[in-house]
């Protein structure tokens, strides 16, 4: 009798650290700490998921009840956390979390519903984080991504996760002229994209391994690759609806600076300038 995907790690709370698959493998979480219980749907306080993020000590923090949090603010998660819903239903609501220079980070098994604000993610993941895995969550109408990977934050995995009723769904890389995101390195594995619009993901510069994922009735694109991205799809099955391009290529201006120093023959001083280069490289060459 066929077993169900991680039906080994499920039975025992912590075999889930470090079962990740791809670049996000080695992603303990807060295996080497204690269990912090959330005992509060408050955004804050004794009991509170906020509380326990916050903490600088590693920690598997786990749910003993259901329910709804309303975020008045991005809550941010510090290293070496697992937040484990595994057992309960929590939704998060208002804003999101922010894996903002943190490292080993588990998110399992959580919903994201209803994110308003300017640059409000459901998962925001910058600048400089690493070694974290996105596991058998859902993910839905924020005002701006579901999931975005960016500033050098790199060997990441997604999978098992749920995105629907959204526009721009999942972008990895900043802009044209952050080429430290060349660093980037992600896995999105057994994912279905139910709907959303665009961005599953868009690529800028980062090497992306996509496998096992659905993705179905798009409206502008399915997955598309910007300036110097890698991306392997393989497996993938893609259900057009309307909209028949699955794949996008985009060229992009790369835009970089550097010191010009100019001397002054009149007060007989050197000057440091910015000055802008451009230039353009072509998607995938």
Not at 174 to 187: F, L, Q, Y
Not at 226 to 251: L, P
């Amino acid at each position: 009798m066929a077993s169900l995907p991680y039906a080994d790690v499920d039975s025992n709370l912590r075999d889930l650290a470090g079962k990740a698959e791809g670049f996000g493998r080695l992603a303990i979480g807060g295996l080497h700490g204690p269990i912090y219980s959330v005992t509060t749907l408050a955004d804050d306080g004794p009991g509170s998921l906020r509380e326990g993020c916050r903490r600088q000590e590693p920690l598997w923090i786990v749910f003993e009840i259901s329910g709804t949090i309303n975020l008045s603010s991005y809550l941010s998660v510090s290293s070496y956390k697992t937040v484990d819903g595994r057992g309960q239903r929590i939704k998060f609501t208002g804003k999101g979390l922010r894996l903002k220079e943190c490292e080993h980070i588990i998110i399992c098994n959580l919903e994201f519903e209803g994110g308003r604000g300017h640059d409000v993610d459901g998962i925001q993941i910058k600048p400089n984080s690493r070694h974290i895995w996105i596991d058998r969550c859902s993910l839905h109408d924020y005002d701006d991504g579901l999931i975005d990977i960016t500033r050098q934050s790199t060997d990441i995995t997604v999978s098992r996760c749920y995105f629907s009723q959204h526009d721009k769904t999942m972008l990895i890389g900043a802009d044209p002229s952050h080429i430290g995101d060349r660093c980037i390195r992600v896995t999105i594995h057994h994912c279905f994209f139910d709907g959303t619009r665009q961005r599953q993901p868009r690529v800028r510069f980062g090497k992306v391994h996509l496998y096992n994922n659905y993705t179905r009735n798009w409206s502008v694109y399915a997955v598309c690759a910007s300036v110097e991205s890698q991306i392997y799809s393989q497996n993938n099955i893609y259900e057009a609806g309307e909209k028949k391009v699955a794949f996008k290529y985009y060229t992009e201006m790369i835009f970089c600076w550097w010191p010009l120093t100019m001397f002054d023959s009149t007060s007989g001083c050197y000057d440091t300038l910015d000055r802008q280069q451009t230039w353009r490289r072509q998607s995938l060459d």
